[in-house]
Nanobody, 121 residues
């Protein structure tokens, strides 16, 4: 089981990035995929989640209207399109899998290695 997050980088405030989470070693169609982030000195928090069928999506309040989660099950990949980025979005972003879709870390049993997003002001 492997989840590989990529797409992070340095961007100016107001800019955009698209993160990818590539799944391998399991049938990703059966799992919800969540994105989490951890800023320096802060606890990890849930950012967004997409259900296995992509029928349901969830966002934490601070990213609603700016981030869009999507998935391509044919490519075993989940994306997080991040628009209008703010300095407070700076964090390491992780993807993880779960049977159920929600924004708490409970039940997410496999995690990617993280990709760093830095937003400059």
């Amino acid at each position: 089981v492997q989840l590989q997050a990529s797409g992070g980088g340095l961007v100016q405030a107001g800019g955009s990035l698209r993160l990818s989470c590539a799944a391998s070693g399991f049938t990703s169609d059966y799992y919800a995929i969540g994105w989490f982030r951890q800023a320096p000195g802060k606890e990890r928090e849930g950012v967004s989640c997409i259900s296995s069928s992509a029928g349901n999506t969830y966002y934490t309040d601070s990213v609603k209207g700016r981030f869009i989660i999507s998935r391509d099950n044919a490519k075993n990949t989940v994306y997080l399109q991040m628009n209008n980025l703010k300095p407070e979005d700076t964090a390491v972003y992780y993807c993880a899998r779960s049977k159920g879709c929600h924004l708490s870390m409970a039940d997410f049993d496999a995690w990617g290695q993280g990709t760093l997003v830095t937003v400059s002001s």
